[in-house]
């Protein structure tokens, strides 16, 4: 019998893990999230099936993540680390093997992600929400064309200093890369000159590095552009319809977030419960209504706003290129830190 099933079947909670709502459990859960990422109904949802009071803290990036995590104090049950920093969770020894594939539910996922690159036993995650990263412009400061990241790195003149950026190497470096044409998860010197050269010359432009508040930004006109991701600049659309988000003609970071358990998470039976819910096409569905991205669930659809299912955000053109963000080395690592904390001086 799978080590997983065992356990909660010793516990009498075996049930729970085919279905959320079998089970009116009580006690706590802790969820360390990324900002603005978690759907209110769901938690909502999530605690009047199953009695647990669930507390939320968030975060801006993955590194932020694996840094609270290798800290080894962190107090959290679930956390939801992106595709590309998994297997460096693992290889830290920072995630919980739960066995997602052995749960009754797993089969809901769609058979693409069922057991993805970064988890192929799907030992360790299942899926939260996968969209693309780029940038939202206001279209009533900027008329022009968006099919460019030089917008972004060489602005015109109404963009100067209305400009927003990730705090966040790990999101900003790779598009500059790709816009100079320069292998992502560089470990050539020279190369990463050539971003940090690009990234210095568009810093005076740059009026905020900040991974949170984008939405109030772009809403308020405190920004006109800000590297963004796209269900983000849904939402932020949905109260601003000057807002646009572009595709670059250069090609596309496609991300995928990942639901998991940290190593040494105190309430892991709830943890499971809460990794069952998310498998519910239902439950998928209602993150996705409030974070505008898609989820990996099969048939979750049925419950999606039909705005969301229309909405270009989440339909990208079909001559872009897309690419998954990539699991760096060290040495690029260290490379890209450099390039950072240079700029940040």
């Known amino acids: 019998m799978n080590r997983t099933v065992a356990l909660l079947a010793g516990l009498g909670l075996a049930a729970a893990v085919g279905t959320a709502s079998a089970a009116k459990a009580e006690g706590e859960l802790f969820i360390y999230n990324w900002t603005d990422y978690t759907a209110p109904a769901l938690i909502e949802k ?23 995590l290798k800290s080894g104090a962190t107090g959290y049950d679930i956390v939801v680390p992106t595709h590309n920093f998994v297997r460096i969770f693992v290889t830290e020894g920072l995630l919980d093997r739960i066995d997602a594939a052995a749960l009754p539910g797993y089969a809901n996922i769609e058979e693409r992600w069922q057991k993805p690159e970064w988890d192929p036993e799907g030992a360790y ?29 060489d602005p015109p003149a109404e963009l100067q200093g209305k400009i927003g950026m990730f705090n966040s190497p790990e999101d900003v470096i790779p598009m ?30 740059v009026k905020v590095y900040n991974s949170d508040g984008i939405l109030e930004r772009l809403v308020s006109g405190d920004t006109a552009l800000h590297t963004n991701w796209n269900g983000y600049s849904q939402r932020a659309r949905k109260e601003k319809a000057s807002l646009r988000y572009a595709y670059p003609k250069e090609g596309v970071v496609t991300w995928f977030d990942n639901v998991a358990v940290p190593v040494g998470a105190k309430n892991r039976d709830n943890a499971l419960k809460f990794v069952a819910f998310m498998l519910e096409p239902e439950s998928a569905a209602l993150q996705s209504n409030f974070a505008g991205y898609a989820n990996g669930i099969a048939g979750s659809s049925a419950y999606m706003n039909d705005e969301l299912k229309a909405a270009p955000e989440v339909n990208p053109p079909a001559d872009i290129k897309t690419m998954f963000s990539l699991t760096c080395s060290k040495k690029a690592l260290q490379l890209q830190d450099r390039v950072w904390t240079k700029l940040k001086q």
Not at 48 to 64: C, I, P, R, W
Not at 181 to 203: F, H, I, S, T, W
Request: negative net charge; charged residues 20%.
């Open 176 to 205: 500059a890369q790709i816009y100079l044409g320069v292998p992502r998860c560089n470990e050539n010197a020279e190369d990463m000159q050539k971003v940090l050269a690009l990234l210095e010359a568009q810093k005076p432009h």
């Open 46 to 68: 999530f605690e009047a099936e199953t009695g647990v009071k669930v507390t939320l803290d968030t975060y801006d990036s993955n590194e932020t993540l694996l840094a609270k």
């Open 125 to 153: 995650t299942i899926p939260w929400q996968w969209g693309t990263t780029s940038f939202t412009v206001d279209t009533g400061t900027y008329q022009g064309a968006v099919d460019s990241y030089e917008v972004l790195f």
